[in-house]
């Protein structure tokens, strides 16, 4: 690992980690799903800062240790704003930071319906040595993570990523679908991938007193994802998916931790991934840092 991506790994830690001992957390409305959105936004003020790693096999190449972190603020109840760094370490190849991403989601709607709309808009700046892997479009297979880091950061991609999210509660179930188009900003043709997630808390009814292992703190589903191909050729033939369970715990402290393993569904995806997350809840920091300036 390279000494400036241990320097921005050991910043990026302190930051956490000040947060965590210094403010106080707040409980935030959870899905544990990894690459599927729901229509659950950010609390006004509040910020969420998350580390997402995830380890994939590679039968092509060697296995790799790739993750984001990311900032999560929400600008209004009806805007949501999230900020990604993007690393990964190529097991018998080497460690890179590989882009970063910005992404918006805006609720046009804020009473609960049967469906409940969410646009997502999202500028993404990465090489081809990213394998965060937050969605799958177009025909992106396994193959495409094969070649060594050195050729892969050689090429960049600017990015526009749309999300059309429909999500609803019922019963204590969220489920979630999302449709996905993205273009590079050169000369590709669009590309589609969607999302699907359905969870569910163990128990609804909240226990009298705050406790860790409560039912009602964890939350259990499933989530399927791959590509739909582009412009040129919209299919499902040719292209990856992925099938995953999720298991999640929420702490009373404000902390969320998540883990997810997944299989792939045909012969173009990862044989296995394994993502795990944790997340913490910084309650009102744009009031707190308002009152500290002034």
């Excluded at 992106?140 to 880091?149: F, I």
């Excluded at 989530?223 to 040129?232: H, I, N, Q, V």
């Amino acid at each position: 690992m390279s000494m400036s991506l241990k320097r921005c790994s050991a910043v990026i830690c302190a930051i956490i980690a000040a947060a965590i001992v210094l403010l106080q957390p707040a409980r935030a409305q959870e899905t544990p799903y990894f690459v599927t959105y729901s229509h659950h936004m950010e609390e006004p003020g509040n910020l969420e800062v998350e580390f997402n790693p995830v380890f994939g096999t590679q039968r092509g190449g060697n296995s790799y240790l790739a993750g984001t972190t990311e900032f999560e603020y929400g600008v209004k109840a009806w805007w949501t704003s999230e900020f990604y760094l993007d690393g990964q370490s190529t097991f018998g190849d080497g460690t890179l930071f590989s882009g970063f991403r910005w992404e918006n989601r805006f609720r046009p709607l804020m009473r609960e319906h049967w469906i409940n709309p969410v646009v997502y808009l999202e500028y993404e700046n990465v090489n081809e040595a990213d394998k965060a892997m937050i969605e799958v479009v177009g025909f992106d297979e396994e193959a495409d993570y094969a070649p060594p880091n050195s050729a892969l950061r050689q090429a960049h991609n600017h990015e526009l990523e749309g999300k059309l999210i429909l999500s609803s509660d019922f019963k204590g179930w969220n489920i979630s679908e999302n449709f996905i188009a993205e273009r590079n900003l050169g000369h590709d043709p669009y590309e589609f991938g969607y999302a699907v997630g359905a969870s569910r808390p163990l128990a609804l009814a909240a226990s009298a007193r705050p406790c860790n292992f409560c039912a009602e703190n964890f939350l259990a589903g499933a989530e399927f994802y791959g590509g739909l191909g582009t412009t040129w050729n919209a299919t499902t033939s040719g292209t990856s998916h992925y099938g995953v369970a999720i298991f999640g715990w929420q702490l009373p402290n404000g902390a969320t931790l998540r883990i997810s393993p997944g299989f792939g569904l045909n012969d173009n995806s990862h044989r296995f991934i394994l993502r795990w997350g944790i997340s913490y809840e910084i309650p009102s920091i744009g009031t707190r840092l308002r009152r500290l300036f002034e």
